[in-house]
C-alpha cells in the first residue's frame, strides 16, 4: 500500500513563494504518476500539476509559468512563486498507477493580499 506524506504548507503574503513536497513509500508499479490537487473551500477539487514517470508533466492554466512540480525518484515538490490570494486551498498529494489511487492528508496554503 502506498503512503504519502505531505509538508510545506502555511501562510504567506501574495507575492511570495512556498514549497511543498510528497514523499511516497511502498510504490511497487514503476509507471504511476504523482501530482497535486488543491480545494478550495465551496468549490471542487481541482488538478494543479502533475508529473508523471516518463518525466512529462501538465499544469493547470491558472498556475502556468508561477508554478513548477519536480520529481526526485518517490518524492514530487511543488514549488509555487508569485503566489496569489485566489491560490489558497488544501493542497492534496495524489499516486496513481491506472489501478490504485492514494491520497495524502492534505495541507492548507492560506495567501494573504
Known amino acids: 500500500q502506498v503512503q504519502l506524506v505531505e509538508s510545506g504548507g502555511g501562510l504567506v503574503q501574495a507575492g511570495g513563494s512556498l514549497r511543498l513536497s510528497c514523499a511516497a513509500s511502498?510504490?511497487?508499479?514503476?509507471?504511476?504518476?504523482m501530482g497535486w490537487y488543491r480545494q478550495a473551500p465551496g468549490k471542487q477539487r481541482e488538478l494543479v500539476a502533475a508529473?508523471?514517470?516518463?518525466?512529462t508533466t501538465n499544469y493547470a492554466d491558472s498556475v502556468k509559468g508561477r508554478f513548477f512540480i519536480s520529481r526526485a525518484k518517490n518524492t514530487v515538490y511543488l514549488q509555487m512563486n508569485s503566489l496569489k490570494p485566489e491560490d489558497t486551498a488544501v493542497y492534496y498529494c495524489?499516486?496513481?498507477?491506472?489501478?490504485?489511487?492514494?491520497w495524502g492528508q492534505g495541507t492548507k496554503v492560506t495567501v494573504s493580499s
Open positions: 511502498g510504490i511497487t508499479f514503476s509507471i504511476n504518476t
Open positions: 508529473f508523471r514517470s516518463g518525466g
Open positions: 495524489k499516486y496513481t498507477d491506472g489501478m490504485y489511487d492514494e
